[in-house]
């Protein structure tokens, strides 16, 4: 059984709520990602922010992003997966919730990976990755 531990990239990292956006793009050039999980103070999952989110959300507004915060651009509750969870879960969670990136929690409730389109198209049949595309982009 391939879970998500397996496909997930490992050694992703937090951005704290509080750190502001500039540093978050920062820190996804740092670690050539699009996207970074967004921690409260207890270190617990509360958002994800996007490159995107920065450059429409902030940027594109008029906002400074050397101002906003990272918890201003969080939106709606977060999604995530367990580590131990199998590739049908992951599948049906980005699918039903139409996302292309989600975190990996380990048992204690801290995050231990993400998982992205990318890692699925490396383990996906072509019907499947098809069935999921039409899904997220549905």
Not at 84 to 90: F, Q, T
Not at 117 to 130: H, I, K, N
Request: aromatic share 2%; net charge negative.
């Amino acid at each position: 059984m391939t879970t998500a531990a397996d496909i997930m990239n490992p050694g992703a990292q937090w951005i704290p709520e509080t750190e502001t956006l500039d540093r978050a793009a920062q820190l996804m050039r740092e670690l050539d990602v699009g996207a970074l999980p967004v921690s409260d103070t207890n270190e617990r999952l509360c958002g994800i922010i996007t490159d995107r989110d920065i450059v429409v959300k902030c940027v594109a507004a008029g906002h400074d992003p050397a101002q906003v915060t990272a918890s201003e651009l969080c939106q709606g509750t977060p999604r995530w997966i367990g580590s131990e969870a199998d590739i049908g879960e992951v599948l049906s969670e980005m699918g039903s919730h139409q996302i292309r990136r989600l975190p990996v929690i380990d048992g204690d409730k801290r995050l231990v990976g993400m998982i992205s389109e990318a890692d699925l198209a490396q383990v996906l049949t072509d019907d499947q990755l098809a069935d999921f595309v039409s899904q997220v982009y549905a």
